[in-house]
Nanobody, 127 residues
Framework: EVQLQASGGGLVQAGGSLTLSCVASGFTFDDYAIGWFRQAPGKEREGLSYISSAGNGAIADYADSVKGRFTIISDNAENTVYLQMNNLTPDDTAVYYC??????????????????WGKGTLVTVSS
């Protein structure tokens, strides 16, 4: 059974930090790129970051809204991807999701290209 389990959300004050985890099982982790998305109340879901183990090295990228504040890390030995989030603001309040896309011809920012999704974890940033 394919599973992506996101965890680590919670309540944090503005300026604080959280680290989200996404544990994958049921598929060949090394064959997939893992991305993080979020959906704030009343807004569309947006892509935040992804990490790909293309070739011999990992490729990671970030949306402008989180660049410099969020870091994505993959632990392939544990089939886990982390999203370290620093300097959080109330605008970061959202449900955060991880997703997996088979590394073929895909757009990592397009949620329609994701093959698997985890249930979300809620992040609330208070002012």
């Amino acid at each position: 059974e394919v599973q992506l389990q996101a965890s680590g959300g919670g309540l944090v004050q503005a300026g604080g930090s959280l680290t989200l985890s996404c544990v994958a099982s049921g598929f060949t982790f090394d064959d997939y790129a893992i991305g993080w998305f979020r959906q704030a109340p009343g807004k569309e879901r947006e892509g935040l970051s992804y990490i790909s183990s293309a070739g011999n090295g990992a490729i990671a990228d970030y949306a402008d809204s989180v660049k410099g504040r969020f870091t994505i890390i993959s632990d392939n030995a544990e089939n886990t991807v982390y999203l370290q989030m620093n300097n959080l603001t109330p605008d970061d309040t959202a449900v955060y999701y991880c997703a997996a896309a088979l590394e073929r011809d895909y757009d990592p920012w397009n949620e329609q290209h994701m093959d698997y999704w985890g249930k979300g974890t809620l992040v609330t940033v208070s002012s």
